[in-house]
């Protein structure tokens, strides 16, 4: 700790003397767009006029000192919160740094706002070649002023929260790094079977021949959700058992329920030697098995092929999607937004394990007529969970379960797991849910298939824990995994959960917060491996490789081997030969589960000929899945175009307005028989090769 404490001082007294003299660099505003701006005695009035409203600053001039200057500061005046802004610079002619800086909130007068860019953009200003870009995620006629922009020196406040800043960064990583040290320790003990019983939980584990132990050696240790696997050790934690060793073997039971009912089957276990301390036997062990009879006696839910739609809730049976012969649903359920620990005006109180908590019912019944429907109509869903990272004007969200590190603009977060508060309310909705969602009535609501979030790949966007080392955020990832799978499994004995994944496969995007597809996979199977296998597999996102490109027959970047940049339509047979080696197979031998649950081909326009492309690009994509029977399931994106809130792009099979386009007829005739006359005319469109192609599955290259 001393040390600690000296280099930071070091470091601030060295930072206050470099920038205290340093001189303020003023900058202007140049090209713009989506914006008109009207500058008058320096001040620029902005009026949003599109969905991507920025501007560019005049060039940097040349700084030989970058680290002299770096808060890059305005005044403002903004009588609504100027949302999502981002700060861009570009570094060389393939890079550009970007700062997502979230909600500047609304100021009804003049305030100054400071910005710290030390680390990502005043490292490039040495050449007078470079400028700033402000980016403005707020929707059109939206106004505010700007004035006074600025790089200066920070202050003595500002330099010290740049040395506590870096300091958060370096813990970060050494707990990724500790974790990635207990995923690789060969340990002394392993797992044969954890078995959920009515009031016991029943471990069996063999160790190694040199090993001698001896019962009243072993303690066992309980983790709970909000505790990561390789932060074991804790006094509070050893729970009472009964441990008995022969020979190699050891058998542990232990309590089910703790002394205020709290179910312990969604929690880990860890076996220590107490000799002068504590040793780990072997690393923590989640339930593996259930009890015969333990569950509710459900049926596998079985559909009859695989085409499925992501559907908007529904409770009219006679709603036109069905008209689509559909098998598969996805359905979006946005959690947080079920659940508060307050009062709420329309909600009811609810308890669970001795507390009061608040359920949206009314929310909650429309998706259980959803899920009734859809079952009444012989669908099988999938429910993607998720949790909004919605934030009132000062910033902080607005609805619970929001993880403490997430950070705008992530439109949805992971769930609390770093706190016991939200790992409670997080398991409280899922058992609500999975309990009211596992209904053993032939036209109740049901689901099996629980999908992670969405696009964890994509995590600054998509499922924001703000930037975390890639095993940090895996860990706290593959707990809220485990969580509701364990949760699901005490009342559904086929529930399964998925990965959420983008088209990225070895190719990582640009942007905060983004990840290896392939590696991800590869430290699922892992921590399934070292800590107990469950039933995971992956919700796959194929789109082409151009979200604007309908001809995904002519995808680049593409190749059919597993180092494969990314995987696409074109190459989809890469993923359940990659899926299918015996490392990542469930327990040695079933390969996991695969379903593509969002993708879809655009139609660049309404015109005849651009609607005719968009079903080709269905039809050669459903094809080329069809040959592929570890896929058990593919859900188009989408329904409904959206191209007011999706970007421009045209991926509905009706038009925002209503009108059906070409692709829902195409879509409604596949894998009935209507489909070869329905199709026929994409044929010409896509060409003799591409034909070939989507008849035809490649022969993937294995290592």
């Not at 960064?169 to 500790?178: G, T």
């Not at 016991?200 to 309980?222: C, N, T």
């Not at 005490?490 to 959960?497: C, G, L, N, T």
């Not at 197979?585 to 005849?608: D, H, V, W």
Request: aromatic letters at 10%; a neutral charge; glycine letters at 6%.
């Amino acid at each position: 700790m001393k040390s600690s404490f000296l280099i930071t001082t070091v470091l601030f007294c060295w930072a206050a003397t470099a920038w205290s003299d340093s001189p303020t660099i003023r900058l202007k505003i140049g090209p713009h767009r989506d914006l008109k701006i009207e500058s008058k005695a320096g001040t620029a009035q902005l009026r949003t006029t599109g969905d991507n409203p920025h501007f560019w600053t005049r060039f940097v001039p040349q700084i030989d000192d970058p680290d002299a200057t770096p808060i890059l500061e305005f005044e403002y005046f903004a009588t609504e919160p100027i949302r999502n802004v981002q700060i861009h610079c570009p570094v060389g002619v393939d890079r550009r740094t970007r700062i997502f800086h979230g909600t500047i909130p609304l100021s009804e007068t003049w305030r100054w706002h400071a910005i710290d860019v030390r680390g990502n953009a005043t490292d490039v200003f040495s050449d007078g070649k470079q400028r700033f870009l402000f980016q403005f995620g707020v929707q059109p006629n939206h106004s505010f002023q700007i004035r006074s922009i600025r790089l200066r020196p920070a202050n003595a406040s500002e330099q010290q929260d740049a040395v506590l800043r870096q300091q958060r960064e370096q813990a970060k990583q050494v707990d990724a790094d500790a974790y990635e040290q207990y995923l690789s320790t060969r340990y002394r003990a392993a797992l044969e079977r954890l078995t959920v019983e009515k009031d016991d939980l029943k471990l069996a584990a063999r160790f190694d021949k040199s090993s001698k132990i001896e019962a009243d050696q072993i303690v066992v240790m309980h983790l709970p959700p909000h505790v990561p696997s390789h932060q074991a050790i804790r006094d509070d934690a050893i729970i009472p058992a009964k441990v008995s060793v022969e020979g190699e073997r050891i058998e542990v039971v232990i309590p089910r329920w703790d002394s205020d009912q709290h179910d312990r089957s969604v929690s880990r276990f860890r076996l220590y030697v107490r000799d002068n301390g504590f040793h780990p036997l072997g690393p923590a062990w989640y339930p593996t098995d259930w009890q015969p009879g333990l569950q509710r006696p459900l049926p596998k839910l079985v559909a009859k092929d695989r085409k499925g739609l992501g559907v908007p809730r529904v409770t009219d049976p006679q709603h036109e999607i069905f008209e689509l012969g559909l098998s598969h649903a996805t359905v979006n359920i946005v959690i947080n937004a079920l659940i508060s620990e307050k009062p709420r005006p329309g909600w009811r109180s609810w308890t669970f394990e001795g507390e009061t908590l608040f359920l949206n019912s009314n929310a909650i019944d429309q998706y259980a007529q959803h899920l009734a429907l859809l079952r009444s109509k012989q669908i099988v869903p999938s429910m993607i969970l998720l949790v909004t990272n919605h934030r009132n004007e000062s910033g902080e969200p607005t609805w619970p379960l929001v993880h403490p590190d997430a950070t705008t603009p992530g439109l949805y977060s992971m769930p609390d797991l770093a706190t016991p508060r939200g790992a409670f309310v997080y398991r409280a909705i899922i058992t609500h849910l999975a309990d009211r969602f596992s209904s053993e009535q032939p036209d109740g609501p049901r689901t099996s298939n629980w999908i992670m979030h969405n696009e964890i790949d994509q995590a600054g966007t998509w499922t924001t824990m703000g930037p975390q080392p890639f095993g940090r955020y895996m860990e706290t990832f593959i707990r809220s995994a485990r969580l509701v799978h364990h949760v699901a499994r005490r009342f559904d004995p086929h529930a399964r959960v998925f990965m959420s994944l983008t088209h990225h496969w070895t190719r990582v995007s640009e942007g905060e917060s983004t990840y290896c597809v392939r590696d991800m996979i590869d430290r699922m199977a892992e921590a399934s491996r070292v800590e107990g296998d469950f039933d995971w597999g992956v919700a796959y996102h194929p789109y082409p490789r151009s979200l604007r490109e309908p001809k995904t027959w002519n995808d680049a970047d593409v190749t059919w081997d597993f180092d494969t940049p990314y995987i696409t339509p074109r190459n989809i047979e890469v993923l359940p030969a990659y899926l299918d080696q015996p490392r990542l197979r469930f327990q040695g031998t079933r390969p996991r589960g695969i379903m593509l649950s969002e993708q879809g081909c655009n139609a660049r326009s309404l015109s005849p000929e651009d609607q005719a492309l968009q079903a080709a690009g269905i039809v050669y994509t459903f094809h080329r899945i069809r040959q592929l029977p570890a896929i058990e399931s593919f859900q188009y994106h989408a329904y409904r175009d959206h191209p007011d809130v999706e970007g421009g792009l045209r991926l509905g099979l009706i038009t925002e307005t209503g009108a059906r386009k070409r692709s829902w007829e195409v879509y409604q005739a596949l894998n009935t028989p209507q489909e070869e006359k329905a199709v026929e005319f994409v044929w010409p469109i896509m060409g003799e090769a591409a034909r070939s192609e989507a008849l035809n599955i490649r022969e993937v290259a294995r290592p």
